[in-house]
Every structure is written in C-alpha cells, then in structure tokens.
C-alpha cells in the first residue's frame, strides 16, 4: 500500500529528529480509500476534533481541510495549482493556512533558464543555437 510507505517514512523522517508517536505527538489518521466523495466528509470530522495540524496527503484533501477551517494550519507536501484552487493568495504571497511544496512554479523554468545563461558566457540553447551573450 504505497500510503502506508508513506506514513512509514513521515515516521522515519519525525524520528529521525526526535520525535516519535505517542511520546511527543498523536496522529489521528482519516483514510478515503480511494473514495474522492468522502475527503470533505473526513476533513470536516477531522476539524471538529480540533487538531494543532492537518498533514494533507494529496491536494483534495487540502482543498476539503481548507474548506473546512482557516485557522488550523494545513500542510500539503505535493501542491499543484494551489492559487487556482484558491489555497493560496499567490506564490510569492501565500497568506492563509495552508503551506506544502509546489510540484511547479509557473516561469520558473524559464528563469531558470536566464540564470544559466547570465552565469555561463557562451552558453547557447541547443534548439535555436541562440547565444545569450556574444564572446568578448
């Protein structure tokens, strides 16, 4: 069950620095088993118990827990189109309570791109054979 290999490692990685269920933190799992319909259901059941987090494994869930509550923090590791969802006010300023990591940050790779040419003279794209700056 790759779900249960996840939460495997998220222990791993808590104990690595210390931590360790039932001593210094409690866990209260919510499982949809693969039914969508259910999350919203299980995020409002999970608010209700007033946790101090709510770890998102997948974007609806965070949709469904930020539906739910606006004060509680919501952590979603793998973000995808959260100011579409309305998640986040933008990526350069989130606002809000929901966090996590963005699978893709529109223009980025292009800027990524800019970098690499401003940092390396005579670095070229391949596709075009445009130089970005001349040889001195």
Sequence with gaps: MASGRLVEAFLDGMRT?????????????????????????LAEELIRSNPDLVLA???QAAVAASDATKTIPIVCPLLAD??????????????????????FVEGLPGKQLE???????????DRTGDQSRQPQ
């Design 17 to 41: 620095h210390g931590y360790v269920e039932g001593r210094n933190f409690e866990i209260d799992y919510r499982w949809a088993e693969g039914h969508l319909k259910r999350i919203s259901t």
């Design 57 to 59: 494994g997948t974007v």
């Design 82 to 103: 959260p100011v579409q969802l309305g998640l986040i006010k933008s990526d350069a300023r989130p606002g809000g309570n929901v966090t996590g990591l963005l699978l």
């Design 115 to 125: 970098l690499v040419f401003d940092l390396i003279p005579g670095a070229h794209d």
